[in-house]
């Protein structure tokens, strides 16, 4: 079994920034590439700044960091990838995106490198076909925010090796994050279950049967939930549930998947939520004002 | 402002000692029937519509059965509700407290004083089958048992995915086997027939656990 010593992450976005940092904070030497620089440039802002809240709240010490920083490089040409024994990918959720980049790694890397995918509702195997090497491609889906989330739902496509599978199984570990093992499924576990979960809610909103606070504190108090489900859907924001409906119900033609028209109506107001500070609620720069 | 109790036996929502039980009175102007014939018990009432509120316990039906329905307009000082209760586990602090589209905001009102000073919490909805968080719920744990059958992961696996990805203090399946699969599938049952939507219907694994529960 190769060892994996260096990672790359492709997409230094939300998802890759936050992926690169709970590689490098592991102690593994880890790339970053972005097509863009001012990605890049962000990206390290960020990571920065959460080191040094780190330091601030003691979990690791200024030695530590700065062992962690110098691990961490970044580049944006692809041929940066080429010492790569494992390629995590966090661009654009396009298949056509994905499957480009795979095609272009595929002779930049040697053979033994694994590609991972962090999509979130694309199939494995739809992304490794082409790719060259389809049997060393694996679904590494991390949850956001990566940096403090540890669950990874790792999972095969239909020509994915137990080898590739077992090597990706405990490179999460040694990362120190969860891995669940699962299969190559619309969504995979999570957002299979909390995507027509939170649709349900929003036609509830929809339907006239309950307000948004209302629905929010009957589940939080009810089950114990840290987030109600319109809550969650103003901090994910309109938008992405937009797509994640959207790509959904195109694989499954379940119709609690399909997007409920008032998804579509709000994202055409402008109601994105937290981030454009409507959403079901209305936000002040502080948070929460009234439903 | 004082409420008054008549307990017609088997509350599920007030199964024990409680502070909404002990803080009542006689002649409240607030009266809370509770028990598995709270709804018949309204009949009996004398002048119930001079009160603040009346409140009944529901079970899985629509508070409509016992108020009766006029084309959309009806409404009263009469609300249903029930606390959220898992099966056989303890009943939680949340009240679901049920209007109509015509109940008098002050009845509301009244309700929700009563309820909170009794330490609960409460959200109010429209008379619908399932309420809120049955409806959202039982979709989710019918989903979670196919799932298991069909081996998208082993159960705790499942369990795990949810409780770190989302914070849910407990897996569905984990809960399930918890407050018991007979009683999910008696409430998704209910669901199912009254809206027959697919997601309500229950799963194989809670109907094998009703049949055996029977056998
Ligand atoms: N945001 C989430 O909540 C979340 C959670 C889990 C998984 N995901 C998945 O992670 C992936 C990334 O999501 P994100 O939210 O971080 O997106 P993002 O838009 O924040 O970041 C994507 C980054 O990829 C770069 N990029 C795009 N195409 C590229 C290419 N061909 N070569 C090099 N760089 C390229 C972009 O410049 C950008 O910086 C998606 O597959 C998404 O489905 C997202």
Redesign the interface.
């Known amino acids: 079994m190769p060892e994996i010593k260096t990672i790359g992450v492709a997409g230094s976005g939300t998802m890759g920034a936050g992926i690169a940092i709970v590689a490098a904070r592991a102690g593994f030497r880890t790339v970053a590439f972005d097509a863009s620089q001012d990605a890049l440039d962000r990206a390290r802002r960020q990571t920065e700044s959460f080191f040094a809240k780190s330091v601030e709240r003691k979990k690791l010490s200024a030695e530590q960091v700065k062992t962690i920083l110098s691990n961490l490089s970044s580049t944006t040409k692809l041929e940066g990838l080429a010492a790569c024994d494992i390629v995590i990918e966090a661009v654009y959720e396009d298949l056509e995106v994905k499957r480009a980049l795979l095609g272009k790694l595929n002779a930049v890397c040697p053979d033994h490198t694994i590609f991972a995918s962090n999509t979130s509702t694309l199939s494995i195997a739809e992304i490794a076909s082409g790719s060259g090497r389809d049997d060393r491609v694996v679904g590494m889906h991390f949850c956001l925010p990566a940096q403090l989330m540890k669950l990874i739902e790792v999972s095969t496509g239909l020509n994915t090796s137990d080898q590739t599978f077992q090597t990706a199984w405990k490179f999460c570990l040694a990362m120190g994050q969860t891995p669940v093992k699962t299969k190559d499924h619309p969504g995979f576990i999570l957002n299979y279950f909390i995507v027509p979960f939170n649709n349900d809610a929003i036609r509830m909103v929809e339907a006239g049967i309950a307000e948004p606070a209302d629905i929010d504190t009957a589940i939080k108090k009810a089950l114990g939930y840290p987030m109600g489900p319109l809550e969650l859907i103003d901090w994910v924001g309109l938008d992405t549930q937009l797509k994640l409906c959207e790509a959904f119900y195109k694989m499954t033609y379940d119709p609690r998947a399909a997007c409920p028209p008032l998804v579509r109506r709000m994202v055409a107001a402008g109601h994105l939520g937290r981030k454009t500070g409507r959403g079901f609620y209305k936000y002040d720069r502080d948070g929460m004002f009234g439903g | 402002m004082a409420h008054t109790i008549v307990d017609t036996g088997g509350s599920r929502s007030f199964p024990g000692p409680h502070a909404l039980l002990r803080s009542a009175g006689p002649g409240g102007d607030v009266l809370v029937l509770i028990g598995t014939g709270a709804g018949m018990a309204l009949a009996a009432v004398e002048k119930h519509e001079s009160l603040k509120a009346v409140l009944i316990e529901l079970g899985t039906e629509c508070l409509g059965v016992h108020t009766g329905e006029r084309r959309g307009g009806e409404g009263s000082n009469v609300l249903g509700f029930a606390r959220?209760r898992l099966g056989d586990g303890p009943p939680?602090?949340?009240v679901?407290l049920v209007r109509q589209p015509g109940t008098k905001p002050e009845s509301i009102a009244a309700a929700k004083t009563a309820f909170e000073s009794a330490g609960l919490?409460?959200?109010?909805?429209?008379d619908?089958p399932g309420?809120?968080?049955d409806?959202?719920?039982r979709?989710?744990y019918n989903?979670?048992l196919r799932?298991l059958d069909e081996?998208?992961?082993?159960a705790d696996?499942?369990d795990?995915?949810?409780r770190?990805?989302?914070?849910?203090?407990?897996g569905p399946i984990a809960l399930l086997e918890r407050t018991g699969l007979a009683h999910h599938h008696d409430v998704t049952k209910a669901l199912h027939d009254a809206l027959a939507d697919p997601?309500f219907a229950p799963a194989r694994r809670a109907q094998v656990a009703k049949r055996r529960q029977k056998a």
């Open positions: 959220f939680s602090d949340l679901e919490h409460v959200a109010v909805c429209m619908t309420r809120i968080v409806r959202l719920v979709p989710y989903g979670a799932k081996g998208l992961a082993t696996d499942l795990t995915t949810l770190l990805g989302l914070g849910y203090p407990e997601g």
